[in-house]
């Protein structure tokens, strides 16, 4: 039966092979160079205190030579599609183009129970889709290690600086991607078994799947572990988004996001916002004396001066960096809790297809 | 005697519509049975609830003493060609071959192999490109090699030119001669069973009318026709299936273990055509008087 499986799935076994070699060849032929560009920035082992301006001009370099930035973004994009794609192209047709075109009676007519048919078909795909997947994350992490690097060093530079829980970064790093990809194969598969038709089982599978995958990180995973919250002054260094309000010479600000949190680096920034010397929150400030010159950039020393001397700080929510690894265990293990019950669902759904 | 497939009120509801209903039957071993009966009278669904593929609403059946599909070995024992012979179109000759020997411990390589360069089929071609002929051979050779004592097809040749059929059929009798299977196909035409069947079953409104070897069926029915006559005069043990009259003649079919001895009949044998026909007929005029009798009863 697992020989028949591998048979059945022979040519999206090829097709994704031949799309993993490909990827592989991509970045095998960039890799190195961007290893080596790494080497001679002098990142390894810079001094604290000058690391994160060096590891900004390294990406800035990067950013603008060759084709790294279009190669991160092409991964991350291939990456957080191979789910959808394994789900929709192997998971949706496994039942529904047995059902449609019936060869199921085929199938079940030989010396093997339906229940161990799906189970094999299950896994066998399941397994492969997870495998494709994670292989594509894992060669993208060894390609994008000096970026990561520099990144957690403090750099900044455009979309290479990526914080790890960026939504994009998250979905394409770590174990969630075979949470997804087990996830999105077992709803195509269930969206077969219900629907007995190929292509508008590719359309829900399609549908259900990002609708999901929009919602995760919007209102899921923030809050999958209580925020912690502190209250930190406002230094020359801190870079503010600021805003202004409805009524003159008013304004409010929060933390900028891929600023880092002093104290917290690599920390999920939730929320921030103007506090007073309590800690409370304000939600708007007067600034008469404070007027920000520049309405965008940074605060500059004179406005960040103006708003300490007045007890004005910044309140952040946020998850530290710590909570990277609970979040992608717990939210890949939803996943494959999901997984795993509409895979019941399937046995359940076939054994009454009659 | 040894049932190959035994019914007891045997029932399949499709939510509200009963597709079969009531259906109690018991086929002995060793015969090619035929099973047949207008499109709607619940021959697939009978033969699906055979094997495996459905599960009753009501009643029980059971194959070859156990309940279909019950297990890997009971699927063993069943070989079935379902209705439209499906096979995976891009899967080559080759490959169902590989499919049969890798998900059938019992696979008989060599009887497999032997039929398909019969048919003179290309291993390496696709089966979605054969012809329906072929296509349907393939379904039989992958049914056939798994060496099953009991072999189920529904409507195997309905879809076949009459040559294919010829060829299917006869193809279809060798093995059973090689193999000593019983078999239970379905048609809704008479002629295709007639070649080849020894019992017949006839299924109308999934109930069945009749059951019984083809030798005893044609032996025991007879067309009479003579004077016009009541009926009710007939003696005790002949049965009438049908009749027709006119203002002088009276026509009708009947069931009778005994010789016709009535000087004034003209006694004819049936064809099974006829029998099939007769039974078939009558069954539709039940059919017609009873949403009446419902009407009373509620």
Redesign the interface.
């Known amino acids: ?1 697992i ?2 499986s591998m ?2 799935l022979r ?1 999206q076994a090829i097709t994704a092979a031949v799309a993993l070699i490909a990827f592989a060849v991509l970045l095998a032929a960039t890799g190195p160079h961007l290893a080596s560009l790494y080497a001679a920035s002098g990142l390894r082992g810079c001094q604290p205190a000058s690391c994160s301006q060096r590891a900004s001009s390294f990406l800035q370099q990067v950013n603008s030579t060759g084709p790294y930035a279009t190669v991160d973004l092409l991964s991350i994009i291939i990456i957080a599609l191979t789910p959808a794609i394994t789900g929709l192209f192997w998971g949706a047709p496994l039942l529904a183009r047995e059902l449609e ?6 199938a ?7 229940a ?1 048919w799906l189970a094999v078909k299950l896994t066998v795909g399941g397994l492969a889709a997870m495998a494709v997947t994670e292989a594509l994350s894992l060669l993208f992490a060894w390609w994008a290690a000096p970026l990561s690097r520099a990144a957690g060093l403090g750099g900044s530079g455009n979309g290479l600086a990526m914080s790890q829980f960026n939504p994009l970064a998250f979905v394409t790093h770590g174990i969630t991607p075979l949470g997804y990809a087990a996830f999105a194969f077992a709803l195509g598969v269930t969206a077969g078994a219900l629907i007995q038709r190929t292509i508008p089982a590719m359309a829900v599978t399609l549908a259900i799947f990002a609708a999901l995958q929009i919602a995760m990180p919007l209102w899921v995973r923030p809050n999958l572990f209580p925020a912690s919250h502190t209250t930190v002054s406002i230094t020359s260094d801190t870079t503010l988004n600021l805003y202004t309000t409805d009524s003159p010479h008013t304004f409010t600000f929060t933390l900028a996001t891929d600023g880092s949190l002093a104290g917290q680096p690599g920390a999920w920034i939730r929320s921030s916002g103007a506090a007073d010397a309590a800690g409370h929150p304000v939600s708007t400030v007067v600034p008469s004396a404070c007027s920000p010159a520049a309405s965008s950039s940074g605060p500059g020393a004179a406005l960040a001066n103006c708003l300490t001397s007045r007890g004005i700080r910044i309140a952040v929510t946020y998850q530290p960096a710590s909570r990277y690894w609970p979040l992608q265990w717990t939210e890949t293990g939803i996943y494959l809790v999901l997984s795993l019950a509409l895979a019941g669902y399937c046995f359940r759904r076939l ?1 009454r297809l ?1 | 005697m040894n049932a190959v497939i035994a019914a007891s009120g045997l029932g399949k509801a499709y939510r509200r519509t009963w597709a079969l209903r009531d259906c109690t039957l018991a086929i002995p071993e060793g015969h090619v049975v035929g099973l047949v009966g207008p499109n709607g009278a619940g021959k697939t669904t009978l033969l ?1 609830l055979a ?5 009753p609403t009501r009643g029980t059946v059971s194959v070859l003493g156990q309940r279909p ?1 019950a ?3 009971q ?2 024992r ?3 060609v ?3 012979t ?6 080559t000759v080759a ?1 169902h071959l ?3 020997a ?5 696979w008989d390589d060599h009887l497999a192999r032997q039929r398909i360069s019969q048919l003179a089929l290309n291993p390496k071609q696709r089966a979605g490109s054969l012809s329906g002929g072929q296509r349907a051979q393939l ?1 039989l050779t ?2 056939l090699a ?1 060496r099953p004592g009991l072999l189920i097809l529904d409507e195997p040749v309905a879809s076949l030119d009459p040559l294919a059929r010829r060829e299917f059929l006869q193809g279809l009798m060798e093995a059973v001669a090689g193999q000593g299977l019983s078999v239970l196909l379905s048609s809704h035409l008479v002629a295709d069973l007639e070649r080849v069947c020894d019992y017949l079953v006839v299924l109308v409104a999934s109930r069945v009318r009749v059951a019984g070897e083809v030798s005893d069926l044609l032996a025991s029915h007879h067309r009479l026709s003579g004077p016009r006559r009541d009926p009710g005069t007939l003696p005790a043990g002949q049965e009438i299936i049908t009749e027709s009259h006119t203002d002088k003649q009276s026509n009708l079919l009947v069931r009778t273990d005994g010789p016709v001895l009535d000087p004034a009949w003209a006694v004819k044998p049936v064809s099974l055509e006829d029998l099939v026909l007769a039974y078939m007929s009558r069954a539709r005029d039940d059919g017609q008087a009873k949403p009446q009798q419902l009407k009373v009863a509620s």
Do not use: C, E, H
């Open positions: 039966m020989r028949l048979l059945q040519v075109t019936g060869t199921f009676a085929l079940w007519s030989q010396s093997v129970t339906r161990r054994s009659s | 699906r094997t495996g593929m459905l599960t599909a297990g890997p070995a699927l063993a069943v070989g079935f379902a209705q439209d499906p096979i995976y179109s891009r899967m490959d590989r499919l049969g890798w998900l059938n411990p019992g379904a992958l049914a798994k």
